[in-house]
């Protein structure tokens, strides 16, 4: 009788029987009911999202009958994951907004108080969190050039904890962050918070919560703590002027600034015992084009390469037009280095200069986009993602050894497993292991930190002088690779073919900064030598083999779009491909298990077993890698495991990689942070001294090329079907 009456007195009970009549007929899919029905609850239907209630909201699209609105705002939760949240900023359980958003910190400071209890002392840790922020509409203020309103909501719901709040002054790039969490001198937060939504369109947002050690969160405990969160009412949260008056939120910059710009260039090569451009080394008439697209990179760029000895007023060319924040994005709607157009601007200013190379960062600054000038003449290739790794793997490999005779024994560099194969060839040629994780640079972080654990503590055992009563974070770059080479492995590169990239271990993310740093010495390198950085690139290809990289992403919004990807990837596990390019394929190799507790499997194509997630036999051994025909492919276990220590078995993963004849690569997976459909196309050619490079190319740019195409119009295929239905 008391639900009954409860039911009959609900402000939006007749709105709610509306939607159930629509959703019994099939107008709306009935998670949309599902879900708008939860927000109409009056916790949620309070809340104002672009000035309009969300209870508001519900009741105007389902008068107009807009049912498409409905379910593209309702059909899904985007649930707080590992990597955080990202999506539209806009009203409903399937983008990104104050809900959302309060939904992921209450979860986030919950798993803080909850840890810090457990681990926070031993540490040396104090019960914060240090918060940045990009210019994103939402995160960045910019009439205070300051934090906007979902930065200082979510600095409130911390505070609302006990959790002191650490707030950047300003925007500030994601490497920042991640350093300032575990490498500046008085400030050891527990944890960080990143609100940035990367290189996605003006109109997305988002938050990436961090670990204690600085990279994002692997675990699920967050996650956990978020899914069982039911109600908006449950989020704590206090005045944010409060919070700065009480001390519980703090502003910090300059002093994160500085610590980041001096550590940093400890990662450059070819510099002077006072960390400036060697002159036998670089061409310091290098030229330089920067552009940060309207982000938050400007804040440091300058000043590190001023740090380095660089003539930061004569030559280096800042874009005006994009070295200030600003969220609209007007000079570059997709602010995506990955994206051509995203570079047109730093491309004109660089002709206009006749400068040597150009750089750009996305909007946190942890992807980078280069050019480099083709002649004198003018003119800029553009190099993606991939060739990156290929030139700063060479690079940071041969002038190591050259500088310091060798490299550090159990040295390694990291890449994805949808990154260039090219990388772990050059790698080989020099003794250097390759560690291939999971799709996503937080796994490289995990790696660094678990590198430096054990390093640390054998040398607290043996009370080695190397750490004379420091802590590892104030190891300089040398100390800690003498630490690392002795104890544990010297991790000194790694990348992914989305245009990020890290050197070192002061930061453990994507590092546009440090990167376009090296980009510039590298330049100002070759150019001593007379050759530009796509002349070595020829080279490189020369000395190993061609290879070409493209990933094939196809967008595919709103409910019907996550259908249509949904059925690709069921398509792909059901019938699998046996032919790719004209070429057979010879293991497919599933990184998600068929189901809970089930063993993930690599299989040749036609359906036998080749391998799989058993735990290696021989982990002293062990490469991280199976040989498939003589072509090694990724194991579900990291080579890693033997120098750790510990359990370095891949997490599971809606990925799937085809291996080729040859050794080509395809791998197929959903996007993560867009409604994307990704086809990572790994073409490479063969391995040996004398061949004709010209012959070569042709051959795999056929193979790429047909590659492509079929994998394209399979997809068309599927998803006209299912639009047509």
């Keep these: 009788m008391n639900q009954e009456k409860k039911r009959s007195n609900h402000p939006y009970q007749k709105l709610i029987s509306q939607l159930s009549i629509a959703g019994e007929k099939g107008i709306i899919k009935e998670n949309t009911f599902k879900n708008a029905a939860q927000w109409l609850e009056p916790s949620f239907a309070s809340v104002k999202i672009d000035e309009e209630t969300v209870g508001d909201f519900i009741r105007r699209t389902t008068e107009r ?35 959302i958003l309060g939904f992921g910190v209450e979860a986030h400071a919950r798993y803080i108080e909850n840890a810090y209890e457990i681990n926070g002392s031993s540490l040396g840790r104090e019960k914060a969190v240090v918060l940045a922020y990009d210019s994103r509409n939402g995160s960045y203020d910019p009439k205070t050039n300051g934090p906007g309103f979902l930065v200082k909501e979510a600095a409130s719901i911390y505070a609302a904890h006990h959790i002191r709040v650490y707030l950047f002054d300003s925007v500030a790039p994601t490497p920042e962050l991640s350093f300032a969490i575990s490498e500046v001198e008085g400030l050891k937060p527990y944890a960080g918070g990143v609100f940035t939504a990367s290189h996605n369109p003006a109109s997305d947002n988002g938050f990436k919560p961090y670990d204690y050690y600085g990279g994002q969160v692997v675990h699920k405990g967050v996650q956990d703590i978020a899914d069982s969160i039911t109600d908006y009412s449950e989020v704590k949260t206090m005045d944010f002027q409060e919070g700065i008056a009480s001390g519980l939120i703090r502003i910090v910059g300059d002093e994160i600034d ?80 990955e994206e051509k157009e995203a570079l047109d601007m730093a491309i004109a200013l660089a002709g206009k200069k006749n400068a040597d190379i150009l750089i750009a960062t996305d909007p946190d600054g942890d992807r980078i986009g280069v050019g480099i000038r083709l002649s004198e003449k003018g003119g800029y290739q553009t190099l993606s993602g991939n060739q990156q790794i290929v030139l700063l793997t060479d690079y940071m490999l041969s002038q190591l050894t050259e500088r310091d005779g060798k490299l550090p024994e159990n040295s390694c560099i990291a890449k ?174 599933d990184f998600q298990s068929p189901q809970p507790g089930g063993r993930r499997t690599a299989k040749d194509a036609d359906g036998s077993i080749l391998f799989d997630d ?33 359990v370095a078995r891949l997490p599971e993963s809606n990925v799937l990689m085809y291996v080729v004849e040859g050794g080509s690569k395809i791998v197929v997976r959903p996007s993560g942070t867009e409604p994307k459909i990704k086809f990572y196309v790994l073409a490479k050619g063969d391995q040996r001294e004398a061949k004709d490079l010209q012959a070569e190319k042709q051959q795999v740019d056929a193979f790429f090329l047909k590659a492509k195409k079929e994998l394209t119009d399979f997809v068309d295929q599927i998803a006209a079907l299912m639009i047509n239905e």
């Design 416 to 589: 994805t497993i949808v990154s260039t194969d090219l990388a772990r060839i050059i790698a080989d040629a020099f003794g250097v292991s390759t560690i291939e994780p999971q799709v996503g640079f937080k796994y490289i972080g995990e790696k660094l930190a678990l590198f430096a654990d054990r390093a640390f503590e054998e040398a607290m055992k043996l009370k080695d002088d190397i750490i004379r009563d420091k802590h590892y974070w104030q190891l300089t770059r040398k100390e800690r690779i003498a630490l690392l080479e002795k104890y544990s492995t010297c991790f000194l590169f790694g990348g992914e073919e989305s245009y990020g990239s890290l050197i070192g271990d002061f930061v453990k993310d994507k590092d546009a900064v440090t990167i376009a740093a090296m980009f510039v010495e590298m330049a100002g390198f070759y150019k001593k030598k007379g050759m530009t950085l796509t002349r070595r690139l020829e080279e490189i290809y020369h000395e190993y083999c061609y290879t070409r990289e493209e990933t094939v992403a196809l967008k595919f919004e709103g409910a019907l779009g996550n259908d249509v990807i949904q059925s690709v990837m069921k398509s792909l596990r059901t019938d699998p491909i046996q032919q790719i390019g004209g070429r057979n394929v010879i293991a497919i190799i």
């Design 614 to 646: 058993s735990e290696p036999q021989d982990p002293d051994r062990f490469t991280g890698y199976a040989m498939v025909r003589d072509i090694p492919v990724p194991h579900f276990w990291s080579s890693d495991y033997r120098i750790i220590g510990k």
């Design 65 to 99: 009958e807009d049912w498409g609105l409905l379910d593209d705002c309702f059909y899904k939760v985007n649930r707080f994951g590992t990597a955080g949240v990202r999506g539209k900023l806009a009203v409903g359980t399937a983008h990104f907004n104050r809900i």
């Design 258 to 337: 500085r610590a980041y710009i001096e550590k940093e260039n400890q990662n450059a090569v070819w510099v002077d015992d006072h960390g400036f451009f060697r002159d036998d080394k670089i061409d310091k008439n290098l030229s330089v084009v920067f552009s940060s697209l309207n982000g938050s990179s400007q804040r440091l760029m300058k000043r590190v390469l001023k740090r380095r000895g660089f003539d930061v007023d004569e030559k280096l060319y800042m874009v005006a037009e994009q070295c200030y924040p600003d969220g609209n994005f007007p000079s570059c709607p997709k602010p995506n280095p």
